[in-house]
C-alpha cells in the first residue's frame, strides 16, 4: 500500500469512527468507565449522611469516633486495543473482512477514549508479540494506531491469546481497560485471563463470521488453513466430515464465552454483517 493510498485509508476510517465515537460513544464510554478507577485520598471524620460502607474502622478504633475513608476518581484511564492480526482473521464471505470490522471498531473505541482525553495504546499478537505502542494522547496517536492496524504484515499467521494476555499483564502495571478483538478460534488462555482479569477491565469481543459456523456441502474442495497455510482436499459431501468441524467451531466459542464468564470479564460479539454500533452501544448501556 503507498503513502497516498494509506493516507485516504485513514481519512476514511477517520471520518466514519470519528463521527460515530463523537456522536454515540463518547458518553456511553464516558459513563461506562469513568469513576471505576478510584484512588485513596484521605480519612475525615464521619458526617452526616456519609456512606456507612466507607468507614475506615481502624482508625475508628483508634480514636473512638466514626471516620471515614475518602476516595477521589482517577480522571485520566488508560485503554489497550488487543488485536489478533492472525491468518484467520483475513476471512470474509461478504464484501469485508473480519479484520475490516476489528479496524473499525478499534478506531471507534480509540476515538472515544481521545474524547474523553484517555491514553490509549496497541498490542498486535499472533502467536508472538508482533507490535506494541505504549498508551499515549492525542490524535496524531490515535492516527498512528489506525496506520499499523491499516497496513502492518505480521511475521506469523498462528494464534496464542494467552501469551500476549501475559505480555500485556508484565508490561501495564497499572489498570487498563483492554479490549481484546479477536474471533478466538484459540484455547489455553484461561489462567492468563484470570490473572489479567483481576488486574485490569477486560472485554472481549468476538468478530465473526456466519458462514465459518458450518461448512455447506460443495463436494470435494479444496481448503487452506490460514493459519498454518496447509492445502487439503476436503469432501464436505461428507456429514461427519461437516459435523466435525461444527463441533470443532462451537467448542472454540463455548471456551471464549465460559472462560471470559468465569474471569468476570465482558464479552460481545459481531458478526460482521450485523452493526457493531449497535451492539458496542449496547454493551455501554448493559455495563453503565
Known amino acids: 500500500m503507498d503513502t497516498k493510498e494509506l493516507l485516504k485509508k485513514v481519512r476514511k476510517i477517520e471520518i466514519k469512527t470519528r463521527r460515530l465515537s463523537d456522536h454515540i460513544f463518547g458518553g456511553e464510554y464516558h459513563s461506562t468507565f469513568k469513576g471505576r ?31 471515614v475513608k475518602v476516595f477521589e476518581e482517577e480522571r485520566e484511564l488508560t485503554m489497550m486495543l488487543m488485536v489478533d492480526v492472525s491468518g484467520s482473521e483475513l476471512f470474509g464471505t461478504t464484501n469485508r473482512f473480519k479484520k475490516d470490522i476489528i479496524t473499525e471498531i478499534s478506531a471507534t473505541l480509540a476515538f472515544s477514549a481521545l474524547q474523553n482525553n484517555d491514553k490509549v ?28 492496524l491499516l ?10 491469546i494467552g501469551e500476549a494476555l501475559k505480555y500485556l499483564t508484565n508490561v501495564m502495571k497499572k489498570k487498563a481497560i483492554v479490549f481484546v478483538l479477536s474471533d478466538f478460534m484459540a484455547t489455553d488462555y484461561e489462567q492468563t485471563l ?8 477486560v472485554t472481549g469481543i468476538r468478530v465473526y463470521d456466519e458462514k465459518e459456523e458450518q461448512i455447506p ?47 468476570g470479564c465482558g464479552i460481545l460479539d459481531c458478526r460482521v454483517d450485523e452493526s457493531y454500533v449497535k451492539k458496542l452501544l449496547g454493551y455501554f448501556k448493559r455495563r453503565g
Open 151 to 160: 497496513e502492518f504484515s505480521p511475521k506469523s499467521s498462528k494464534t496464542d
Open 37 to 67: 478507577g478510584m484512588t485513596f485520598s484521605e480519612v475525615r471524620q464521619y458526617q452526616f449522611g456519609d456512606d456507612v460502607r466507607s468507614i475506615d474502622w481502624n482508625v475508628t478504633a483508634r480514636y473512638n469516633e466514626p471516620f
Open 217 to 263: 456441502n460443495l463436494g470435494v474442495v479444496q481448503m487452506i488453513d490460514s493459519e498454518t497455510g496447509l492445502v487439503k482436499l476436503v469432501n464436505t459431501q461428507s456429514k461427519r466430515v461437516r459435523n466435525a468441524y461444527g463441533e470443532y467451531y462451537r467448542n472454540r466459542v463455548d471456551y471464549f464465552k465460559e472462560t471470559f464468564n468465569k474471569s
Open 194 to 201: 484470570k490473572i489479567t482479569g483481576k488486574k485490569h477491565d
Open 121 to 148: 495504546g496497541l498490542l498486535l499478537f499472533s502467536d508472538e508479540i508482533e507490535l506494541f505502542i505504549p498508551p499515549k494522547k492525542g490524535k496524531s496517536h490515535v492516527l498512528r494506531i489506525i496506520r499499523e
